[in-house]
């Protein structure tokens, strides 16, 4: 039996009718979405629907800028041409609404995945090969999760940039001429504008077809030609310049001015540029680190924690859900698996498609954003697999019909997926429409502080600035938690004017390390300065430039103990002291004698105790805070004892809080939930029962 991939002779219009049907498959599976979501009224603002993930204000905010320049004060904005997201963003609102632009530009751009897929297939003369892998992988859980209608970011390019440059490579190491070498070159040169976060992965390709040349056709000239151009093509210097030196190159080459031995000189030193220029290593290495990264980081004198640890993407998952993202289920990723070994076996140019394969399955460690890369490399493998198992089958009809059904099973799991897969938008109506109001009041002078999930969608609908937003998130994490958080509204309302104009006169750098580190690298007391924040009576405060106001979302009660580990620590030696209590559900089961409140916590009524696990705690405080029928709070407290944990029932919103004193004297929960603040150092601006804003009177 040959179990080569056959020649299935397509015609070009073939091939073009194959991506196109392709194409309308995978945008019409992501058009699901938009229809149960156009039923549901507070996913509407501005006549359509909202976007479903934060950082898509990022790009959203930078679209405004260019079309409005109404964030000269945002120093985080980024510039039009900096990306293809915004740039192409700022085009299409020139003729459609903002809002639809954002909500479907995601569905156009992240279906091109079919057609390099398609060509791929093309290239070995079995263009259904990739008909078939294209309509699994444009669909695949995990690329769909990132690249549905409203998930508005630059992972609409994460697997059709790599996978566009990754055929061009194919196609050089099969024709070997200077065309595909250009295209190669060129992709690579465009690929950091289409997604910069990948650009190891694209290091890691390239790497892999330099190997691959040595390796198979380290006699030729075009292989040390090929790689000097991809070397040049990855260089860290301006565009116009590594333009320059593709050309002169390429001619040099094409007029056979370039012996072999020239040549070979040519790409061991474009390569060693490369590997020192590119900070190769380093960059990987880097990246490997910063989603393996543990607890709290030693950065000079100071210890904050990190990020990573509390990004749900970068956290570890269970193969089964590795497996269901990259190929719906484990049974479909082990075929899968086993088709790609044999697939490269058989045609060793997909050697080339590994990195991204090994990408994918880096989730293991690094989280499940990962496996997004190996998706289009496991299509290919388990799609190989049914024509591996079916070489023998006589009849053609027979044999693809075989193929066509399995294909379908196969995209079952990833259909169940999106039809059952109903994410909300990052924000309702309501919450909009407060934002909105606000955006009356503030200016885009003022500065929001806010946890850095809201920075974006802050940026986009109040035109104001944060200390810290979804890119921003680092040392500055501890100061915004920190005011947050803490139990003194004078040090709140003092370390708000600090940090922003700080902030602002320093030019914009880290707030915590401008205030605690010395110029010769060692550190202040923090606690000594918190504590001055909160007891002194003497503190200096700089002058007022600007406004700044506190944002208390009721959605951030959710993540709230999240947003205390980064404060609730010695920054000077790690203490690794307990984290306060706080525990909060929906599900209330009142059986007379007792309140069931779900996972072992339970309200001993007769004894005014709280039962967590087998330890009995007494009821300090009860509160029960409720809006009226105007739309007013009202609070209502018992105390039953000096000491003990603290109850908090809130019908508005259904739910049930058990916390400590550290929650109950929080900004957040006194702020934000009770709606008590200190009028001489905050003025309410916006108070509804999803929003929260005050202004800062100081």
Do not use: C
Not at 141 to 146: A, E, L, T, V
Request: hydrophobic fraction near 50%; charged fraction near 15%; glycine fraction near 6%.
């Amino acid at each position: 039996m040959n179990f080569s991939l056959p020649n299935e002779r397509t015609s070009t219009l073939h091939v073009i009718l194959l991506i196109l049907f392709a194409y309308a498959f995978s945008v019409g599976m992501r058009l699901i979405w938009i229809d149960w979501a156009s039923g549901i009224p507070e996913f509407h603002w501005n006549a359509g629907l909202m976007i479903n993930t934060n950082d898509g204000y990022y790009f959203a905010a930078a679209a405004q800028h260019s079309l409005s320049g109404i964030f000269e004060h945002n120093p985080r904005v980024a510039e039009p041409w900096s990306s293809a997201t915004i740039a192409l963003t700022a085009l299409g609102a020139k003729f459609f609404p903002l809002e639809s632009v954002m909500l479907y530009l995601p569905v156009l751009v992240s279906s091109l995945v079919v057609v390099p897929l398609i060509l791929i297939g093309r290239l070995f003369n079995a263009a259904y090969f990739g008909f078939f892998a294209a309509l699994i992988a444009s669909i695949a859980w995990s690329y769909y999760n990132r690249t549905m209608a409203g998930y508005y970011d630059t992972d609409m390019f994460s697997a059709m940039a790599p996978m566009l440059i990754v055929y061009f490579l194919m196609a050089t190491t099969i024709k070997e001429n200077v065309t595909w070498a250009l295209l190669s070159a060129l992709s690579i040169l465009a690929y950091p504008f289409l997604y910069d976060q990948g650009l190891s992965v694209i290091y890691a390709v390239s790497l892999f077809y330099m190997g691959y040349m040595l390796l198979f056709h380290r006699k030729e000239p075009f292989t040390y030609y090929s790689i000097a151009l991809l070397s040049v093509a990855l260089f860290l210097l301006p565009v116009w310049v590594k333009f320059l030196l593709i050309a002169a190159l390429s001619v040099a080459y094409w007029r056979g001015a370039l012996s072999l031995r020239l040549l070979l000189v040519l790409a061991v030193l474009a390569f060693a540029v490369f590997l020192v220029n590119g900070n190769v290593v380093s960059l990987i290495w880097a990246k490997i680190a910063s989603y393996t990264a543990k607890g709290t980081a030693a950065d000079g004198a100071l210890h904050f924690f990190q990020v990573t640890q509390t990004v749900r993407e970068a956290g570890k998952i269970p193969f089964s859900e590795i497996a269901n993202r990259i190929s719906g289920n484990t049974a479909a990723l082990i075929a899968a698996s086993l088709g790609y070994v044999a697939l490269v076996v058989r045609h060793k140019a997909f050697i080339l498609t590994l990195p991204l394969l090994g990408i994918g399955l880096f989730a293991f460690w690094g989280g499940l954003r990962f496996t997004i890369y190996a998706v289009p490399v496991a299509a290919l493998g388990v799609v190989y697999l049914l024509y591996f198992i079916t070489a023998g089958v006589a009849s053609r009809k027979i044999r693809y019909t075989v193929i066509g059904v399995s294909t379908a099973v196969l995209l079952a799991a990833h259909i169940v997926h999106i039809l059952e897969y109903k994410v909300p938008t990052v924000m309702t109506a309501k919450e909009t429409a407060a934002l909105d109001r606000f955006k009356s009041i503030a200016s885009p002078k003022d500065y929001t502080i806010a946890w850095w999930d809201y920075g974006y969608p802050l940026w986009f609908y109040t035109h104001t600035n944060t200390l810290i937003d979804g890119g921003k998130h680092h040392h500055d994490n501890f100061i915004v938690s920190e005011i947050l958080t803490t139990s003194s509204a004078l040090e709140a309302a003092r370390l708000s004017r600090i940090a922003v104009e700080t902030y602002v006169s320093s030019g914009y750098k880290e707030i915590a390390d401008t205030l605690f580190l010395r110029k010769d690298g060692t550190a202040e007391n923090v606690a000594d300065y918190l504590d001055t924040l909160r007891y002194g009576e003497n503190v200096s405060l700089p002058a007022k430039s600007r406004e700044v106001y506190l944002y208390l979302p009721w959605r951030m009660i959710d993540i709230l103990p999240t947003v205390t580990l980064f404060s609730n620590l010695d920054l000077n030696t790690p203490d690794n002291r307990p984290q306060p209590y706080f525990y909060m559900t929906g599900a209330v089961q009142d059986t007379g004698k007792t309140l069931d409140l779900g996972n072992g916590v339970s309200v001993l009524k007769e004894r005014n105790v709280v039962k967590i696990g087998d330890r009995e705690v007494p009821i300090k405080e009860f509160y029960q805070a409720g809006y009226d029928q105007n739309n007013k709070l009202q609070v209502a407290r018992q105390q039953f004892a000096s000491e003990g944990i603290n109850l908090i029932y809130l019908p508005s919103y259904g739910r049930f809080l058990v916390l400590d004193d550290y929650y109950l004297n929080s900004t957040f929960i006194q702020m934000g939930v009770f709606e008590r603040y200190d009028p001489k150092l905050f003025e309410p601006v916006i108070l509804d029962p999803l929003t929260k804003i005050y202004r800062l009177k100081v």
